[in-house]
């Protein structure tokens, strides 16, 4: 089923788990994603980064996320991961998106509140839920830089943007960063619990991928409802690439090393979903 990320996301709020939402590059990576949420009978959301849309039109990722999720029997949505601008906001939903992520975490807070209110009523007028991110989640993946990553996100403002700008969900800045960690992440439950406490909407875990399975299942305990893997997954498919050619340098067929790539996504995915509490909710 191909649907809207809003009830799945109210749903895991009401019933204490999470969405896993993961960033595909291609087919391969869709339909390994895809597939093992199947099996699990887990909703799950798919997305695409700004430099993921260069790499290929928003139209193309639709078309294949759609053909793929009408064969399956769970819940799939397509997100846009980090969008840059208001345009592509706009471009994807025009295509067919189901959800979009408007990121105005660099700007002031008036000019991201300014900047996410506008995308939002585009999301109303066109039932397409917006997510928007307070705070600065740091590191870097794809062409977005985080940087240090030192703003986590305050509570009392973030009642005040959730207010302003009637936004769907709220990725927050608790410790976790993009990328690849250097070092071990310092996560801050308590204030993802404070932040629970003082807005209603669900909130969204970025930065995920390497943080320790167990810190996961407590974010998730404490309130999120969706929780974003991207790098973790782009490692597994490459690894898979990698294994075949280190065996036969002389392999040509990319069915040969894309199936060998999916399985090592596969096994991110299957664990991924455990660690969300989403296994059996779709």
């Given at each position: 089923?191909?649907?809207?990320?809003?009830?799945?996301?109210?749903?895991?709020?009401?019933?204490?788990?999470?969405?896993?939402?993961?960033?595909?590059?291609?087919?391969?990576?869709?339909?390994?994603?895809?597939?093992?949420?199947?099996?699990?009978?887990?909703?799950?959301?798919?997305?695409?980064?700004?430099?993921?849309?260069?790499?290929?039109?928003?139209?193309t990722?639709?078309?294949?996320?759609?053909?793929?999720?009408?064969?399956?029997?769970?819940?799939?949505?397509?997100?846009?991961?980090?969008?840059?601008?208001?345009?592509?906001?706009?471009?994807?939903?025009?295509?067919?998106?189901?959800?979009v992520?408007?990121?105005g975490?660099?700007?002031?807070?008036?000019?991201?509140?300014?900047?996410?209110?506008?995308?939002?009523?585009?999301?109303?007028?066109?039932?397409?839920?917006?997510?928007?991110?307070?705070?600065?989640?740091?590191?870097?993946?794809?062409?977005?830089?985080?940087?240090?990553?030192?703003k986590?996100?305050?509570?009392?403002?973030?009642?005040?943007?959730?207010?302003?700008?009637?936004?769907?969900?709220?990725?927050?800045?608790i410790?976790?960063s993009?990328?690849?960690?250097?070092?071990?992440?310092?996560?801050?439950?308590?204030?993802?619990?404070?932040?629970?406490?003082?807005?209603?909407?669900?909130?969204?875990?970025?930065?995920?991928?390497?943080?320790?399975?167990?810190?996961?299942?407590?974010?998730?305990?404490?309130?999120?409802?969706?929780?974003?893997?991207?790098?973790?997954?782009?490692?597994?498919?490459?690894?898979?690439?990698?294994?075949?050619?280190?065996?036969?340098?002389?392999?040509?067929?990319?069915?040969v090393?894309?199936?060998?790539?999916?399985?090592?996504?596969?096994?991110?995915?299957?664990?991924?979903?455990s660690?969300?509490?989403?296994?059996?909710?779709?």
């Amino acid at each position: 089923m191909f649907t809207t990320s809003r009830q799945l996301l109210l749903n895991a709020q009401k019933k204490g788990y999470a969405v896993p939402a993961f960033n595909v590059e291609n087919m391969e990576m869709a339909m390994a994603v895809i597939k093992i949420a199947n099996e699990m009978k887990s909703p799950v959301i798919i997305q695409t980064t700004p430099s993921t849309l260069n790499y290929a039109s928003p139209k193309t990722y639709q078309s294949i996320v759609k053909a793929i999720a009408e064969e399956v029997d769970i819940p799939v949505a397509l997100h846009l991961d980090h969008g840059s601008s208001f345009e592509l906001a706009v471009k994807t939903i025009k295509e067919g998106y189901t959800s979009v992520m408007i990121d105005g975490s660099h700007y002031s807070f008036e000019e991201n509140v300014r900047l996410t209110k506008r995308v939002v009523d585009v999301g109303k007028a066109c039932n397409i839920p917006i997510e928007a991110e307070l705070g600065k989640v740091g590191g870097k993946e794809d062409d977005l830089d985080g940087g240090d990553g030192n703003k986590n996100t305050d509570p009392l403002e973030a009642l005040e943007f959730v207010k302003r700008t009637d936004v769907d969900f709220l990725a927050i800045a608790i410790g976790t960063s993009h990328g690849l960690y250097k070092g071990t992440p310092n996560i801050d439950i308590k204030r993802l619990k404070e932040i629970r406490k003082t807005v209603d909407v669900p909130l969204v875990l970025h930065g995920t991928s390497g943080v320790d399975g167990e810190i996961v299942q407590q974010c998730v305990k404490a309130g999120m409802c969706k929780v974003n893997y991207a790098t973790e997954l782009r490692v597994a498919y490459s690894n898979g690439v990698k294994e075949v050619f280190a065996d036969n340098q002389d392999v040509y067929d990319p069915k040969v090393y894309g199936r060998v790539a999916m399985e090592k996504v596969e096994n991110v995915v299957r664990k991924n979903i455990s660690y969300c509490f989403s296994e059996n909710k779709a």
